[in-house]
């Protein structure tokens, strides 16, 4: 029973384990540690260590999933032509006396090569550059909202209330009117006649809104927040 281990049946006798790490990713080829090499983490020391898995006849390889670390190494191996598994923490870390990472990667080398481990589901490249997209927007909406807040709060404070006028500040009509009011124009009459006729509000309640109490801290804030970019990309994210 004690050997029953090495009773097992070779599945992928050219694979190779490789365990991530934020700083470096170390590679076992076999079971033997005088083989494990360790390489850096910048596109070239990718670049040494696929020579490397070319050099020992390596076709397919099983890497752990560790935070984002994995993401370039396993592009990079994938496009160089070799199968790449990526699997969880959960199928290689839960096996007691196993503590430092060249017994990683050489037990990761190991289940591997037995057929043992499942790699994880993986988007399409198609798909992970459209989750990129979806999730940047995502952000560029959350910061653009929480810029135009303040900007509306520096507008409130020299009681010009846009935002009892108009049902977004960040529309074409309010977009128009902070744009003059940072270009020092403050006419009341004036900055009526950029509000687009389709709003609601009459005229004359437009105009009194505009009316405010001008400060030169509070434009210079509004300025400054105007300068940050986020309100003008705030209507077009919308669309």
């Given at each position: 029973?004690?050997?029953?281990?090495n009773?097992?049946r070779?599945?992928?006798?050219?694979?190779?384990?490789?365990?991530?790490?934020?700083?470096s990713?170390?590679?076992?080829?076999?079971?033997?540690k005088?083989?494990?090499?360790?390489?850096?983490?910048?596109?070239?020391?990718?670049l040494?260590l696929?020579?490397?898995?070319?050099?020992?006849?390596i076709?397919?390889?099983?890497?752990?999933?560790?935070?984002s670390?994995?993401?370039t190494?396993?592009?990079?191996?994938?496009?160089a032509?070799f199968?790449?598994?990526?699997v969880g923490?959960?199928?290689?870390?839960?096996?007691?006396g196993?503590?430092?990472?060249?017994?990683?990667?050489?037990?990761?080398?190991?289940l591997?090569?037995?057929g043992?481990?499942?790699?994880s589901?993986?988007?399409?490249?198609?798909?992970?550059?459209?989750?990129?997209y979806?999730?940047?927007r995502?952000h560029l909406?959350?910061?653009?909202?929480?810029?135009?807040?303040?900007?509306?709060?520096?507008?409130?404070?020299m009681?010009i209330r846009?935002?009892?006028?108009?049902?977004?500040?960040?529309?074409?009509?309010?977009?128009?009117?902070?744009?003059a009011?940072?270009a020092?124009?403050?006419?009341?009459e004036?900055?009526?006649?950029?509000?687009?006729?389709?709003?609601?509000?009459s005229?004359?309640?437009?105009g009194?809104?505009?009316?405010?109490?001008?400060?030169?801290?509070?434009?210079?804030?509004?300025?400054?927040?105007?300068?940050a970019?986020?309100?003008?990309f705030?209507?077009?994210?919308?669309?």
């Open positions: 029973m004690g050997n029953s281990q009773s097992f070779i599945i992928h006798p050219h694979a190779a384990g490789i365990d991530v790490g934020s700083r990713h170390l590679v076992a080829i076999d079971q033997n005088d083989n494990v090499r360790e390489f850096g983490v910048y596109t070239n020391d990718h040494q696929i020579d490397h898995l070319r050099q020992h006849g076709t397919t390889i099983a890497m752990e999933s560790t935070g670390y994995w993401q190494l396993f592009n990079a191996l994938q496009q032509g199968e790449v598994l990526l923490g959960s199928q290689t870390k839960n096996v007691k196993r503590k430092t990472d060249v017994i990683d990667c050489i037990w990761i080398q190991k591997h090569s037995l043992l481990l499942s790699g589901l993986l988007l399409s490249d198609t798909f992970q550059q459209l989750r990129t979806y999730y940047h995502q909406v959350q910061q653009s909202a929480r810029y135009s807040n303040k900007m509306q709060k520096a507008l409130r404070l009681n846009l935002d009892v006028v108009l049902n977004d500040i960040t529309g074409q009509s309010g977009m128009a009117v902070i744009e009011i940072l020092r124009q403050h006419d009341p004036h900055l009526v006649s950029l509000v687009s006729v389709r709003v609601k509000k005229r004359q309640e437009i009194h809104a505009l009316q405010g109490w001008w400060r030169e801290d509070r434009s210079a804030e509004a300025t400054t927040l105007r300068a970019g986020l309100t003008r705030l209507p077009a994210l919308r669309r």
